[in-house]
């Protein structure tokens, strides 16, 4: 079992620009979150997809968006990029109905706004 | 709304000393709690858990105790080690989770 994984681990991007970044849940695991944790900041909740819609989400605006495949796998996209948005984004990938007991997080995609 | 409140760090120990690191929360109804380790560069590690009042979580010498009269899942060790050198997150999740800002422990030879 290959957990979850994540790519890519590193970018770089310009303000403006767009982003998209991959999420593969681990195996079996229907639900996947995505965290976006600044530099010195605990993790915040962007939002979940389960069943390939979103089904909660946190206080970010519109220019986050996502996506879930029907192989549960996952992109976080984030349009007009700021300066603020350099950060540590993570996945974390649950069973729907276990996601608030047990969740298991990816390495994150460390991206840098410049 | 839920969030959680840790103590502030660095926190600074030597090898073998005994550590503690608070937390508390504000939630309603009966999250379950977490403790999650992240080392330099990588991402989230789940150290322990509890769901409900009283359980009592351990995983490699760490324990919390989930306190509802107090709202508190203070991580302790009774004997820190180098490797410990890490950032610790406290968090609550009902549906969603909520972490705190972390604390840094060093342990010192």
């Known amino acids: 079992d290959a957990g979850v994984t994540q790519s890519p681990t590193h970018l770089i991007k310009t303000r403006g620009q767009q982003v998209t970044l991959r999420c593969s849940p681990k195996?079996?695991?229907?639900?996947v979150s995505w965290y976006q944790q600044a530099l010195g900041q605990g993790p915040q909740f962007i939002f979940q997809?389960?069943?390939?819609?979103?089904?909660q989400r946190g206080n970010f605006p519109d220019r986050f968006s996502g996506h879930q495949f029907p192989n549960y796998s996952s992109e976080l996209n984030v349009n007009a990029l700021l300066l603020g948005d350099s950060a540590l984004y993570l996945c974390?990938?649950?069973?729907?109905?276990?996601?608030?007991?047990?969740?298991?997080f990816g390495p994150g995609t460390r991206l840098t706004v410049t | 709304g839920n969030s959680v409140t840790q103590m502030e760090g660095p926190v600074t120990l030597s090898e073998e000393a005994f550590l503690t690191i608070n937390c508390t929360y504000t939630a309603t109804g009966y999250p379950s709690l977490f403790w999650y380790v992240q080392y330099p560069g990588e991402g989230l590690q789940l150290l322990l858990k509890?769901?409900?009042?009283?359980d009592k979580g351990s995983n490699k010498g760490f324990e919390a105790t989930y306190r509802k009269e107090t709202t508190s899942f203070h991580l302790e060790k009774g004997s820190v080690q180098v490797s410990d050198s890490a950032v610790y997150f406290c968090a609550l999740s009902k549906s969603i989770t909520s972490f705190g800002t972390g604390t840094r422990l060093q342990v010192t030879l």
């Open positions: 195996s079996g695991h229907d639900t």
């Open positions: 974390a990938s649950s069973f729907y109905d276990r996601a608030a007991y047990e969740q298991y």
């Open positions: 509890a769901t409900k009042a009283d």
């Open positions: 997809y389960y069943e390939e819609e979103e089904r």
